[in-house]
């Protein structure tokens, strides 16, 4: 079980950091990712970590204001998100993965969902 907590409403130029650990069952997993959706718009990819090299991946429209960290040993990753805009309201869904990808961009490489938090931004 994944569980993410941290969203809120914040103004336009703000800053939240979200968090998403897994509880239960332990699971080793080869990276973890963070996803949102808007009301009315499909699931987009936000940012995704992989745990062996640490490399990072970023969707365009959150690169430089948007940072993901974690802890492996500890199942958790974390999304601190600044500069907000409106247009980043949405709800945020963290995600793991269990096989090796070359990257972690689509939905069908993660086997693992957590549950959302709604980020909202006002302007």
């Known amino acids: 079980q994944l569980q993410a907590s941290g969203g809120g409403l914040v103004q336009a130029g703000g800053s939240l950091r979200l968090s998403c650990a897994a509880s239960?069952?332990?699971?080793?997993?080869?990276?973890m990712g963070w996803f949102r959706q808007a009301p009315g718009k499909e699931r987009e990819f936000v940012a995704a970590?992989?745990?062996?090299?640490?490399?990072?991946y970023y969707a365009d429209s959150v690169k430089g204001r948007f940072t993901i960290s974690g802890d492996n040993a500890k199942n958790t990753v974390y999304l601190q998100m600044n500069s907000l805009k409106p247009e980043d309201t949405a709800v945020y869904l963290c995600?793991?993965?269990?096989?090796?990808?070359?990257?972690?961009?689509?939905?069908?490489?993660?086997?693992?969902w957590g549950q959302g938090t709604l980020v909202t931004v006002s302007s």
């Open positions: 970590i992989r745990w062996s090299d640490g490399s990072t």
């Open positions: 995600a793991a993965a269990r096989r090796s990808w070359s990257n972690y961009y689509s939905t069908r490489k993660y086997d693992y």
């Open positions: 239960g069952r332990t699971f080793s997993n080869y990276a």
